[in-house]
């Protein structure tokens, strides 16, 4: 398919879970300002093990459109979450990262 098509399925496809594309890349808002879904992530505390420190991440996904929440946790390192989720999140927004965490900067060792 071509890459305006394959925007058509991606926004079809999302949309039952809550998630109002207008493609691969674009995002939408319903009229009424219903938000889609939403998750979070809260670090609460770390465990030492041997040489290595695992951090407790609570995390919670919310899609009210479909009735959908949940809640997990998760031990990570934290090489696993810079490369897993800062350096996804930082690739995704290029120049607008440092803007967007200039008051949250991201540890360089744990």
Same mark, same amino acid.
């Given at each position: ?7 058509? #399925?991606?926004?079809?496809? @999302? ?14 808002? +319903?009229? $009424? ?22 951090? #407790?991440?609570?995390?919670? @996904? ?14 990570? +390192?934290? $090489? ?31």
């Amino acid at each position: 398919p071509t890459d305006s098509q394959a925007s058509k #399925h991606v926004a079809k496809y @999302l949309e039952p879970y809550g998630y109002l594309a207008f493609g691969r890349e674009s995002w939408r808002v +319903q009229p $009424g300002g219903i938000v889609g879904p939403t998750i979070h992530f809260n670090v609460d505390g770390h465990t030492e093990l041997g040489n290595h420190t695992f951090y #407790h991440i609570r995390c919670s @996904l919310r899609a009210d459109r479909c009735f959908v929440r949940a809640q997990w946790t998760a031990q990570r +390192q934290l $090489g696993q979450v810079r490369m897993d989720l800062h350096d996804a999140a930082k690739a995704l927004l290029g120049k607008s990262y440092s803007q967007a965490f200039a008051d949250a900067p991201f540890a360089r060792r744990g």
